[in-house]
């Protein structure tokens, strides 16, 4: 048995965000950082988003998603909202590289969001790796653990990304977790 779920996203639609990505960087004016490299984060992420999406809608589990988002960070909203019963549960997901996932066993997640908007982390972040559109999603964390977790971790600079992250060891995102948001869910 698999301890993932998994979902392949077609190149038509990762040609699609690729042109979508590179309208955004445009439009939005981006400065200072790596275009290629903020490109290849927008395309990176929303292959991941619609992964997850369409593996809640084989499950047919109602939900909201930001789809493809155009603007400041500020209005872009959460990545998913899902119903449980009668509760909506909000859903982030973190995207990892081969090195963290194999090597370092580890989650990096932004130290300015930690820091200055925990109002904005979902309350459940799910470790996913996209390889080519094959997206593969390992498990999940409950925001209380998570910000524990960032509390006591360390905090390293990524000079591709040009921003700090601290890092959360991999073992904490917990495929049974992942597996329960699915299940009930109504």
């Not at 190149?11 to 400065?31: G, M, P, S, V």
């Not at 982030?92 to 590289?97: K, T």
């Not at 600079?157 to 977790?177: D, G």
Request: with cysteine; glycine share 4%; hydrophobic share 35%.
């Amino acid at each position: 048995m698999n301890n993932y779920l998994e979902h392949t996203v077609s190149k038509t639609t990762i040609d699609f965000f690729t042109e979508q990505a590179r309208q955004k960087i445009e439009n939005e004016k981006w400065l200072g950082r790596n275009k290629e490299v903020k490109i290849q984060n927008f395309v990176h992420c929303w292959i991941t988003e619609e992964a997850f999406k369409q593996l809640l809608m084989q499950k047919k589990i109602t939900l909201r998603n930001r789809g493809l988002y155009f603007g400041d960070a500020a209005g872009a909203g959460e990545d998913f909202v899902i119903k449980q019963g009668e509760k909506e549960v909000s859903i982030g997901l973190r995207s990892v590289a081969p090195d963290s996932l194999n090597k370092y066993k580890s989650v990096a997640y932004p130290d300015d969001r930690f820091r200055t908007e925990q109002h904005k982390i979902a309350d459940f972040i799910v470790v996913c790796h996209n390889s080519n559109g094959c997206v593969k999603f390992y498990g999940a964390i409950n925001k209380s653990t998570l910000l524990s977790e960032l509390e006591k971790s360390r905090k390293l600079y990524s000079k591709m990304n040009q921003e700090y992250f601290r890092v959360v060891p991999l073992e904490l995102f917990s495929f049974r977790t992942l597996q329960q948001l699915f299940i009930t869910t109504e």
